[in-house]
């Protein structure tokens, strides 16, 4: 047990090293918070020893954990502060809402399909993740109640920018969203400036689809 920790701290340094520091992500929060969020526990059992590869892997029901560094350069592109409140579209495994609970005041997270919600849930209940709200539910509305975000992150590609989430934000607020077809998609971020928004293509991606009422249809 102890030496599977030694073994995946040091997969973990690595990672961040080789995969996060060399590829230019500079931002010490993101780092660190690479460094201390184990990515073997947000996959099953039988791909631990995969989990610091460069690739995403499966997470079951046709979804992924994806791959580190696109983890790393939407949370960078974020540019959050320690008393931000951010809203995640698509929790998957959880890792990525792991990754920036290290970094914020709160976390919010939508997930469209049940099992995945429930383990993630437990997974953060497991890991004393405290600042994490979860929810089951089409994300695409992004979550009234509690808006406006600081920023939001979606994490499955959307065909085009929902504007219901752009709505979400503080003024200041920032946005990324993969947008394209469903193989492959352009990472957008969107900066909120009053009455205005500036908006910025960060390089291509590929994302599983948003699906949802402002996403892709079901089937
Ligand atoms: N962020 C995740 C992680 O760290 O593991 C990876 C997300 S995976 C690439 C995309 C996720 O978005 C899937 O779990 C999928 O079910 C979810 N999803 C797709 N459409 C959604 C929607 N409308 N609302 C909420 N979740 C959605």
Redesign the pocket.
Known sequence: MEKDVIKYERQREEMVRSQIEARGIKDPDVLSAFRRVPRHL?VSEALRDQAYGDY?LP?G?Q????QPYI?AEMTQALELDKDDRVL????????????LAQIVYRVY?????RS?HIQ?RSLFDKLQYHNIVTRY?????GWQQESPFNAI????GAPEVPEILINQLVVGGRLVVPVGNQHTQELIKIDRRGNSIQQSNLGGCR??????????RDG
Do not use: C, H, M, N
């Not at 992150?153 to 499955?156: D, G, L, M, P, S």
């Open positions: 947000f995403p997470i029901e979804q992924t954990i994806s983890v995640e579209i698509g929790t998957g495994s959880g890792y990525q809402a792991a990754i997270t939508i997930e469209r399909i995945l993630a539910g089409d994300g695409t509305k992150i979606v994490t499955a994302f599983v689809k948003l699906v949802g009422e402002y996403g892709w």
